[in-house]
């Protein structure tokens, strides 16, 4: 025989984990009171067509000791009947704001839906009184709630609460009444004007001697005709007061953002400096008005952490402590339908504005531009690239040139530059963070090899042979050159080349730059270590010699071939040579490379004497 039984609730047990564990601020019950207000306010405007006065008003009291401290809030809204504040304040996860439907138009105009905010306020009080003037009644009803889970309701005569609203005083826990009235005032005003900035009801708090409209200077968005009404001085100005950052004063540049339902609408500021890609993406949301976080990530994609973004929905699902929203369907569409939105706002800025944009997060748009063929399409001849000339951008290298080569690294520019700049041939350095993506998926997009790739070992195009007779007279000291850098991976080259001022250059490919640095790195390493890297240089297949091209139309080298020295002295300054190209390409030097160095100078100076 079975029997069906209920759960017991401790309800003290069940308000200390809801009011001191659901929600990651204990101001949070700021929040919790500034919603119940607002909703009750729209609540009675939407049951008397005629009323259109809502505010609400807070103050902060202290007694004459200064003991205790009492917050008193107050809303011209609709109030409780007497089935309302059983059902609403004595019910846990009971709401007046009916079905949770989330979604549907006639849920859109409220913030609170879990009936549960109320309880926040434990964090801060031991009992919460709550005295209501219900607007269809014309009844006055106080509750008292306790933190044990108890709680009491007595009807008022009409003079205790004369005006239409609900009225909650909180009485301070000692701890928090401890602390001196400015703080405690200041720490109002500030959670207070977070919460409720673009709120449409007035919030005014006072203080022993002001009352001071909180939000008179932002709530005049509530809908997207809002914000695009509003001019570009006072856009800016709505982010300077939100953000509050010293960084952000300097704001130039927004776009206004929305979906296709119109239920969710942005302004994306633009940061006036350059961010990481691995920032993180900090935007302010809210919800029907309210604020639910200025840590929000999910709501705006990824590839858009050049901006700081306000955004205000009615559509999306916010989780209990209403400080996120919830990963579903709804976010992902919603961050899609913005990114989409910003996209077209780029490409409908003046070109001025765009330059200033991609000077300032180039980054960004190389990132977003790897993945998007239209954008990159749009802003591909203002992106800019780093060539000999410096900084330049590719509208500029097209209007010059019909093909433009590129390196794969920046050891392969450096090593090459100089050469290449002799040529005149227009060459980018695509060693850094996306060119090289960004050049090649600009040839698909152009639907021809407009950039080419040029690795080092490809500039022997620019070198030119000795002449036969010269070939004769230097073989035997090539070979014996050859033979003594041969423990370097290095053969020596002699050619002809420009500039002329240039005496060598040392051309090594990809393979061999990592067999340089896997020795390297073994020789500063520990026994054990450079051991291992040892062995993994053993078992590798050995890469191709790189070559040190000695120019003969340079002096130096000329005066060295031509001196009539001997062989180890041509070779002594050879390999001083050498290890100077090594100097030249941004090569780390090996220890052996810093012995012969100084070897090849002693031998120098002793030759001057």
């Given at each position: ?37 607002t ?31 009492t ?22 996860a ?6 949770k ?46 933190g ?120 994306a ?10 920032a ?13 976080s ?35 369907e ?17 490409k ?22 790897c ?90 195009f ?21 033979a ?8 020596v ?47 590798a ?11 003969f ?12 020295k ?44």
């Open positions: 025989m079975s029997q069906e039984s209920r759960f017991q609730v401790n309800l003290a047990g069940m308000i200390d984990i809801l009011s001191n564990h659901l929600y990651s601020d204990q101001n949070v019950y700021i929040r919790e009171l500034l919603q119940n207000g909703d009750a306010i729209r609540a009675r405007k939407l049951w008397d067509s005629q009323f259109d006065a809502g505010e609400i008003n807070v103050e902060l009291q202290q007694d004459q000791n200064a003991n205790s401290k917050l008193v809030f107050a809303d011209n809204g609709i109030g409780l009947t007497a089935d309302e504040v059983e059902v609403f304040l004595a019910t846990i009971s709401s007046s704001k009916g079905e439907n989330f979604g549907e138009s006639s849920e859109q105009s409220f913030i609170g839906r879990f009936g549960i905010g109320l309880l926040s306020c434990f964090v801060v009080t031991t009992q919460i009184r709550l005295v209501t003037h219900s607007a269809k009644t014309g009844t006055v009803l106080e509750w008292n709630g306790k044990d889970g108890t709680y009491e309701i007595r009807e008022l005569a009409p003079e205790a609460h004369p005006e239409i609203g609900t009225t909650v005083y909180l009485t301070y826990k000692a701890e928090i009444a401890a602390e001196t009235y400015a703080d405690l005032h200041s720490t109002l005003r500030e959670y207070m004007f977070q919460y409720g900035a673009c709120l449409e009801v007035p919030i005014y708090l006072k203080d022993q001697r002001t009352r001071v409209w909180l939000n008179e200077h932002s709530n005049k968005v509530g809908s997207l005709p809002d914000l695009q009404a509003l001019s570009r001085n006072e856009v800016l100005q709505f982010g300077r007061t939100l953000f509050g950052a010293d960084e952000m004063r300097s704001l130039q540049d927004y776009f206004i953002l929305h979906n296709e339902s119109g239920n969710t609408f942005a302004v500021y633009v940061i006036p400096f350059a961010v990481s890609t691995h993180r993406k900090l935007h302010r949301a809210y919800l029907n008005r309210m604020f639910v200025d840590a929000v990530e999910e709501v705006m994609p990824e590839w858009a952490f050049f901006t700081r973004t306000v955004i205000w929905t009615k559509e999306l699902q916010p989780v209990a402590s209403r400080e996120a929203f919830y990963q579903n709804a976010l992902e569409r919603v961050s899609q339908e913005l990114g989409a939105s910003l996209k077209q706002q780029i409908a800025m003046p070109e001025k504005q765009l330059q200033r944009l991609l000077n300032t997060h180039y980054l960004a748009f190389k990132a977003l531009a993945e998007d063929s239209e954008l990159l399409q749009f802003i591909y001849p203002h992106l800019n690239f780093r060539t000999l000339n410096g900084e330049e951008n590719l509208q500029t290298l097209l209007s010059r040139s019909e093909v433009v080569y590129y390196t794969q690294t920046v050891d392969e520019f450096r090593q090459i530059a100089d050469v290449v700049r002799a040529q005149q041939m227009p060459l980018i350095n695509g060693g850094y963070a996306y060119d090289s993506a960004i050049l090649r998926h600009l040839n698909g997009i152009l639907g021809h090899e407009v950039f080419k790739l040029f690795q080092a070992e490809d500039v022997e620019a070198f030119q042979p000795l002449f036969p007779e010269e070939e004769r007279a230097f073989a035997d000291l090539l070979r014996q050159l050859n003594r850098l041969q423990t370097h991976q290095v053969e080259v002699l050619n002809y080349f420009s500039p002329h001022d240039i005496p060598m250059l040392y051309i090594c490919n990809q393979q061999k730059q990592a067999e340089r640095e896997l020795g390297r790195v073994a020789e500063a390493s520990n026994d054990l270590f450079g051991g291992i890297l040892g062995s993994l240089q053993e078992e297949e050995s890469a191709p010699l790189a070559q040190l091209y000695l120019n139309h340079n002096e130096v080298v000329q005066s060295v071939f031509c001196s009539g001997s062989v180890d002295a041509i070779c002594n300054v050879v390999e001083v040579l050498y290890v100077q190209a090594l100097l030249m390409g941004h090569y780390p030097l090996k220890k052996d490379e810093v012995t012969l160095m100084n070897t090849g100078l002693l031998h120098i100076i002793k030759a001057m004497k």
